[in-house]
């Protein structure tokens, strides 16, 4: 496996700083999988050749213009002020007052001074662009500054050149400025992971690291305290105030068995916990690092925007330089005049804003689905829920609780322990929720339960194995007829429990059915309100289950969509497959036995608590398992794209109206950068909206 490296670049101005930097270090030898977020500031790149050296990475980016830390250097959070761009404002804000001071006391050297003073505030910016051209990045906001500058000072424009100077270091500070808003948004939440915690050792506790705790170690949290890792509750009960990372209004009772995420806080009993993350896998780790890679990883209209770009600049100089030489040369205009304006169309065709217009609202759209508990893998997937137009659900642990729990019990041949000691034995070795319910009902009764061998999966129909040396199968009604002969008045009762809304299960040893379980789950309490959501939005939903049709139909019945039922994991496949004919489609399943379903459907949302399967198998998880949240995170894509449409909106109709008024003269050189600059200040603030943005709760 190749190393992955990771740097931090500080001195990115804007989004397009990140094809600049990109453009650079892929065309260095050794160099595989370049990503650079932008509003992590983290380079992430792997180099699988032993002989190349990756110091070749840094002393490319340094050359560029901009500093360079390790990736395991923390990042400190600095006043504005403090910062290189703001002292680099303060700076040009400095010499601009002083050209302007010494205009009226000397104004024969007025134009010398404004010269001067926009040299000096321009040159960190003329080195930039130089440095960026020597990498083979010639077309860049830095060079389109540049030339406007000069060719400002060159027709006898100081002091408007020192302006503009002045006002586009301002724009880079404020776009600075709100990505470190975006930025902490996020990172907040590990400051939500307390930095010690209570050790349970012989003799009582003992304060340690948290970041020192390891699986298997057992912690003490005090009514009040946050929780310092993942693990489960092995004594006291609580309420658990899980809205930080769940998205949870109201305090969740825990108790024994229960699993606790970090960072949440123990709001009124004394519990101890048994680890099992560390702190680099903790629940808010795994949030952080889903963030960090899903604002990486750029969305269709984002690498749209970015290819428009590689055009757009290149294509705005040839613009000015027409404009500025065209009418002097063919139509004896005035030379001076329409080079000036030629420069003005410069400034107003910097892209910042049009390149910063879909990554701020992406980046901010996935912080605030983080933030309630819904994680999206990238700005991709953020796009595309937004666009289906039917979704299939999974029933059991999806649309239902999840916990079935055994109605009905009946024994045709034998006793009912007889019975629940032979299923329970079976089930004992399997994690399937009907398996845990049979466990639990032979648990309660007190029915001792033997050692399963040979214990074989049934792919989709059920489970078998050796129990005492007889073969013991548990099956569904249909595969249980497949196998066994049932009779005309077990039919009829399996018919009238399904009708019931109950799950058959048919126990079988040794070719003859000797009884069935009943079992019933409830529907989520918001599953109903949100089928009808989904269905006010234009969406279809239909339920994809490999429970018995009149199951099926009576859970489906209560939730109004439509379903297919008795269906094996392939078959499933099948549906979606015919699904997405149809339309764009969306899975929402439980990360593990749908998990090929998930994958295929064009967007997998996985519910589930936020285990490591539903994180990773799905393009979604929701960390809450809440149904309703379906209908929030499509809510929330199609927030996210009306955002990004107003920012090209805006981005592109200020450059418009600019283009005109400074095609008529009225348009002067700071009013052009002021209008770049306002646009991406805008767009920005617009951006910055979402993060908000108000789920229905």
């Not at 299939?392 to 009905?408: H, Q, R, S």
Request: net charge negative.
């Amino acid at each position: 496996m190749p190393k992955t490296n990771t740097l931090l670049i500080d001195g990115m101005d804007c989004p397009s700083c990140t094809s600049k930097i990109e453009g650079a270090v892929c065309k260095l030898p050794g160099v595989e999988n370049v990503k650079l977020n932008y509003t992590t500031q983290k380079l992430k790149f792997d180099m699988p050749n032993a002989e190349h050296d990756a110091a070749i990475v840094t002393r490319t980016i340094e050359k560029l213009g901009y500093k360079v830390k390790s990736g395991k250097t923390p990042k400190v959070e600095q006043a504005w002020w403090q910062t290189g761009k703001g002292r680099l404002v303060i700076s040009a804000g400095l010499l601009l007052a002083f050209a302007t001071v010494l205009s009226y006391w000397q104004p024969q050297y007025a134009s010398y001074v404004f010269a001067g003073a926009g040299l000096a505030a321009l040159y960190p910016l003329a080195r930039k662009a130089w440095l960026s051209a020597l990498s083979g990045q010639p077309f860049t906001i830095e060079t389109l500054v540049t030339i406007a500058v000069i060719g400002a000072i060159f027709i006898g424009e100081q002091a408007e050149a020192a302006v503009v100077v002045f006002l586009f270091l301002i724009g880079e500070l404020l776009e600075m400025i709100a990505a470190a808003k975006a930025r902490r948004s996020v990172q907040a939440l590990a400051d939500l992971v307390p930095k010690s915690a209570l050790l349970v050792i012989e003799d009582g506790v003992r304060e340690v690291d948290a970041a020192s705790l390891a699986i298997g170690d057992v912690i003490e949290i005090r009514p009040g305290d946050r929780i310092a890792a993942d693990g489960v509750i092995i004594e006291g009960q609580s309420s658990i105030d899980e809205a930080a990372i769940t998205g949870e209004s109201m305090p969740v009772g825990k108790s024994i068995g229960d699993s606790v995420f970090a960072g949440s806080i123990n709001a009124d009993g004394l519990i101890r916990l048994k680890i099992e993350k560390t702190s680099e896998n903790n629940m808010i780790s795994r949030i952080l690092q889903l963030v960090e890679e899903a604002e990486a990883s750029k969305a269709p209209t984002a690498r749209f925007i970015d290819d428009f770009s590689r055009y757009y600049t290149p294509g705005v100089i040839v613009v000015s330089a027409l404009i500025a030489f065209i009418p002097p040369l063919f139509f004896d205009a005035d030379m001076m005049t329409w080079i000036y304006k030629g420069l003005a169309i410069l400034l107003i065709g910097c892209p910042c804003a049009l390149v910063l217009s879909t990554p701020a609202a992406i980046t901010s759209g996935i912080s605030a689905g983080a933030k309630h508990g819904l994680l999206m893998k990238g700005g991709a997937v953020l796009e595309a829920i937004g666009k289906v137009t039917q979704i299939a659900f999974d029933k059991t642990g999806t649309l239902t609780e999840g916990t079935p729990k055994v109605t009905d019990i009946h024994v045709i041949s034998g006793t009912e322990d007889e019975l629940l000691a032979l299923a329970g034995s079976v089930e004992a070795g399997s994690s399937h929720p009907l398996a845990v319910a049979i466990v639990e009902k032979a648990n309660e009764r007190g029915v001792a339960l033997s050692k399963a061998e040979g214990l074989e999966a049934l792919n989709g129909r059920g489970v078998k194995a050796l129990v005492g040396g007889k073969e013991v199968t548990i099956a569904s009604p249909r595969y249980g007829r497949e196998i066994a002969t049932l009779s005309p008045e077990a039919s009829d009762l399996i018919q009238k429990l399904e009708e019931d809304g109950k799950t058959v299960a048919v126990t079988i040893v040794d070719g003859k059915i000797i009884g069935l379980f009943a079992l019933r789950d409830e529907l989520r309490d918001d599953a109903k309100t949100a089928m009808d959501e989904l269905n006010d939005m234009g969406i279809k939903a239909i339920m994809l289950t490999g429970d018995n049709a009149r199951t099926g139909a009576a859970i489906a019945s209560q939730l109004g969509i439509d379903v297919k039922a008795e269906l094996m994991p392939q078959e499933k496949l099948e549906e979606i497959k015919q699904l997405r004919k149809i339309g764009d489609t969306a899975m929402v399943g439980d990360g593990i036995n749908d998990a090929p379903a998930l994958a295929l459907a064009n967007v997998g949302i996985a519910m589930g608590g936020g285990t490591d399967v539903a994180l990773e198998t799905a393009d979604a998880a929701l960390l809450h398992e809440r149904v309703r949240d379906v209908p929030a995170l499509i809510s929330l894509s199609k927030a996210t794209m009306r955002n990004i449409h107003q920012n090209i909106s805006i981005a592109l109709g200020l450059k418009v109206v600019f283009l005109l008024t400074t095609l008529f003269g009225i348009t002067t050189l700071w009013m052009a950068i002021l209008a770049d600059t306002g646009a991406t200040v805008l767009v920005t603030i617009n951006a910055l909206r979402l993060l908000g943005y108000k789920f229905k709760r």
